[in-house]
């Protein structure tokens, strides 16, 4: 699958299609519009030059938002160097936004809670998870 930020000077390529897609209500995730699924970092290809944001409102962010330095679309974000070194280099997260919603159909979009989770354990959810396209 292939996605690109609004000006295309962004691309990424993924291996596969997501299990899942989570539209968090956190106010980083809401303020840039991001939908999130997750994937190892060997199955994701990223051509082009991305500005980085972390979080200032946490202590020790985990996340390192990435967005086009032209158009500014969000297009994925990687873990912060203290989180690799608890977690390794394990997750990327790809804004299934960029994608073009004929090819997310049928794939589980969820809801988290993100304004509630304390980082540890599972998320709660705001709403019923939906099939995108139905």
């Known amino acids: 699958m292939t996605l690109s930020c609004h000006c295309g000077q962004v691309r990424l390529e993924v291996a596969k299609r997501p299990d899942h897609i989570n539209q968090c209500n956190c106010t980083l995730c ?7 699924a ?11 030059t991305t500005a980085k944001y972390q979080r200032v409102d946490k202590v020790d962010p985990a996340a390192e ?3 086009c330095a032209n158009c500014g679309s ?3 974000f990687t873990l912060t160097p203290s989180a690799v070194a608890k977690f390794g280099n394990s997750l990327l997260g790809v804004n299934m936004g960029l994608a073009n919603e004929q090819d997310l159909a049928g794939i589980e979009l969820r809801y988290p809670d993100g304004n509630a989770w304390s980082g540890e354990g599972d998320f709660s959810y705001v709403r019923e998870a ?5």
């Open 65 to 67: 938002v990435h967005f």
């Open 130 to 134: 939906r099939l995108i396209g139905s």
């Open 38 to 48: 997750y994937f190892d970092p060997a199955d994701v290809s990223i051509d082009g």
């Open 74 to 76: 969000t297009t994925h």
């Open 30 to 36: 809401a303020k840039s519009g991001a939908r999130w």
